[in-house]
């Protein structure tokens, strides 16, 4: 990767946006956020797409080279119309992260309803269907993200409860329930990150630790600016911050990133991780996906620069 001194550790491709309304076979209000996975050679995202009715449904696309996508003219994921989770689903759902634990790939999602937001698990083995797992948070929880292992003998999820404005840990030794929640990362002062934060793409585990992405929000004259950072929390006690970034390494700049259905947003559920680079797929303005890449050093770099507490 050629090295630069760009306005953003994460560089944006120049192709950017990869997936607008006009890529799609049908229209919808808008495209918000996507997980991202790559299995045998072949990217798969799970995008965040609304209706026009105004509910959101989960798209997969595909791409043989994680930049030119075709997108499924069918959701994998629609609010369920019966059962015990058709209340909870009823407005949709929606950002999802993809994690994968041994031989299946666990994907936890924002279900919305007329009583807020819970966090939802399903797996799938092959993309094509999904099964339910269960509604797996008390409410009013968002941003939710597995462990691709276990930690201290238990499964582990990032989440940010909804007035709390900080990530949390929380364990479970089922995947059904959950529990011994500590506190990870808080908003700070003064910086780019003051009013909330939140998980962003599943936590990659590396030489330093667990190196995760989330997202931040300050607010402005001019509405909430959202960005995403990186920190890196120690690999056998995540609840335990390493280093942090001071500075996002991705932020709203570009017209399509600025302007869209809720301008200033940068916000990613997904990253792809080869061998020395990473490819971060992010939603822009709600109105489309795009992807930047960068250097998993430059990410461990800019956490460490960091002198600030935490």
């Avoid at 990150?193 to 667990?210: H, M």
Wanted: hydrophobic share 35%; charged share 25%; proline share 6%.
């Amino acid at each position: 990767m050629k090295k630069s001194r760009g306005r953003d550790i994460v560089h944006r491709w120049k192709g950017n946006p990869i997936i607008t309304v006009d890529d799609l076979s049908f229209q919808c209000g808008d495209i918000r956020n996507a997980a991202a996975v790559k299995i045998a050679g072949e990217y798969i995202l799970l995008i965040s797409i609304q209706s026009l009715e105004g509910f959101y449904c989960i798209y997969p696309a595909r791409s043989p080279d994680g930049y030119y996508f075709v997108v499924d003219d069918k959701p994998i994921m629609s609010p369920s119309q019966e059962g015990p989770y058709a209340v909870y689903e009823e407005y949709g759902v929606l950002d999802p992260r993809i994690v994968q634990i041994e031989n299946s790939y666990y994907i936890s999602y924002d279900a919305y309803g007329r009583y807020g937001d819970r966090l939802g698990l399903a797996r799938t083995n092959d993309f094509q269907s999904v099964e339910r797992l269960g509604l797996i948070s008390e409410p009013d929880t968002k941003c939710g993200v597995l462990f691709p292992r276990k930690i201290k003998g238990k499964f582990a999820r990032l989440e940010r409860p909804w007035e709390g404005r900080s990530i949390w840990i929380t364990y479970s030794d089922d995947l059904e329930y959950w529990g011994s929640s500590e506190v990870v990362l808080t908003p700070r002062g003064g910086f780019w990150d003051s009013d909330r934060i939140g998980v962003a793409a599943p936590p990659v585990e590396i030489d330093n630790g667990w190196l995760a992405l989330y997202y931040g929000v300050k607010q402005t004259s001019a509405g909430p600016l959202i960005r995403i950072g990186a920190a890196i929390l120690d690999a056998n006690n995540p609840s335990s911050v390493i280093s942090r970034t001071n500075i996002p390494i991705l932020s709203p700049r570009e017209e399509y990133e600025r302007i869209g259905d809720v301008p200033n947003i940068v916000y990613t559920c997904g990253a792809i991780y080869e061998s020395d680079l990473v490819k971060v797929y992010y939603g822009a303005a709600n109105s489309c996906i795009c992807v930047g890449i960068v250097e998993i050093q430059d990410l461990v770099n800019a956490c460490f620069k960091s002198e600030s507490e935490f």
